[in-house]
Each structure stands twice: as C-alpha cells, then as structure tokens.
C-alpha cells in the first residue's frame, strides 16, 4: 500500500550538473528480500543497501514494473 504522500523522486545529476540517468530514491520500506523500496512516477522501485528513512542515488539498470536499481 503506498502512503498518502509519496515525495517525487527526481533525476539527479552528477556534481558537473549532467543528469547521468540516475535517480534520487527516498526509500520507504523493506522488500521482502532485503531491499530497499522507493518510488518513482509512482512506481515501485528496488535498490539494494538503501535502508527506509534514506535517500539514495540509483542508477536504474531494469525496466520493468517494478523497476531495479544500483547504488
């Protein structure tokens, strides 16, 4: 169930200022695996290592629904 209010996670940019196709995830949850779970455009979005109450930059290496992500 997703909560009321899900901040917008956003593309992030390198420190020169060049998107690089990663995103800021703000994780949320636990997965039943162990990882972390945000979300992006209302998708769920899972990278590994983040912990809930965190926010992480992850590049998004699967697209599928749900998407998988690297940090």
């Known amino acids: ?4 209010k899900v901040e917008k996670a956003g593309k ?3 420190e020169n200022g060049i ?6 995830i ?4 636990l997965s ?3 990882s972390g779970v945000g979300y992006d455009q209302g998708k769920a979005t899972f990278v590994p ?13 699967e697209k599928r629904n749900p998407g998988k ?3």
């Open 49 to 61: 290592g983040l912990l809930p109450g965190e926010r992480g930059k992850a590049l998004i290496t």
């Open 32 to 34: 039943s695996d162990g």
């Open 26 to 29: 703000d994780c949320l949850r």
């Open 19 to 24: 998107n690089d196709g990663s995103l800021e």
């Open 1 to 4: 169930m997703l909560p009321k």
């Open 69 to 71: 992500g690297r940090n």
């Open 12 to 14: 992030a940019a390198n």
